[in-house]
């Protein structure tokens, strides 16, 4: 069973501060997925990082996939209340049907 | 654009009753799969679908029944609801086998009491 672990597990802030978001495991995944899930929603894909050292930004939030693609990690800048939410990493089983395992969720609170 | 609807938003059930959670998409993917979410447990899958007709066991299916039979809808069977099937229940489904983008439907809170 492939096992994603996310640390920290809540995170509360202050608008202005950075912060980073961490998505580990002891498998390799060929992808990994990040989601945002807002209160009463459902979580809605942010980026997916396919190569190992792979970059992504999208705005103020950087991704990063690790050389390995044994983990993954989110950092924003300058966090702003709308960043509110529960930050979830998943990626993809192997076999015929490539299931997703996600992670435990990070749950982030920015305050004015 | 629809998407991924889910009904009912919210639901409570006394122990032992049954219900059906309805999901259905409009995206014309094959894979569908049902999820619940309990506070710090992230995301379990209970039940998956890579098309009309075939169904699978996730990783918590114990308690719960799934049928496909179109690609749009894929129903899940609460057979006689525990106090520990109370959760958050959420539908997904994704282009191709799975382990794609997954498209989340809003959700259904279960309370079962």
């Known amino acids: 069973t492939q096992l994603l672990e996310q640390s920290p597990q809540f995170l509360s802030i202050q608008e202005g501060e950075n912060l980073t978001v961490y998505c580990n495991s002891s498998?390799?995944?060929?992808?990994l997925q990040w989601y945002r899930q807002e209160p009463g929603e459902g979580p809605v894909l942010l980026v997916t990082v396919v190569t190992g050292g792979e970059v992504k930004k999208l705005k103020r939030l950087t991704f990063q996939f690790g050389d390995a693609r044994k983990d993954s990690s989110l950092h924003i800048t300058a966090a702003q209340p709308g960043d509110t939410g529960l930050y979830l990493c998943a990626g993809p089983s192997t076999g015929t049907a490539s299931k997703l395992t996600f992670g435990t969720g990070t749950r982030l609170q920015v305050t004015l | 654009n629809a998407g991924v609807t889910q009904t009912p938003k919210f639901q409570v059930l006394k122990t032992g009753q049954s219900m059906t959670l309805q999901c259905a998409q409009d995206?014309?993917?094959?894979?569908m799969s049902w999820y619940r979410q309990d506070p710090g447990m992230g995301l379990r899958l209970i039940h998956y679908?890579?098309?009309?007709?075939?169904?699978d066991q996730g990783e918590v299916p114990n308690g719960y029944n799934v049928s496909r039979s179109t690609t749009e809808d894929f129903p899940l069977r609460l057979l006689s609801a525990a106090p520990s099937q109370t959760s958050v229940y959420f539908c997904a489904s994704s282009y191709g086998t799975g382990g794609r983008e997954a498209f989340f439907g809003q959700g259904t809170r279960l309370t079962v009491v």
């Open positions: 498998s390799v995944f060929s992808s």
């Open positions: 995206m014309n993917h094959e894979y």
């Open positions: 679908s890579v098309g009309a007709g075939i169904t």
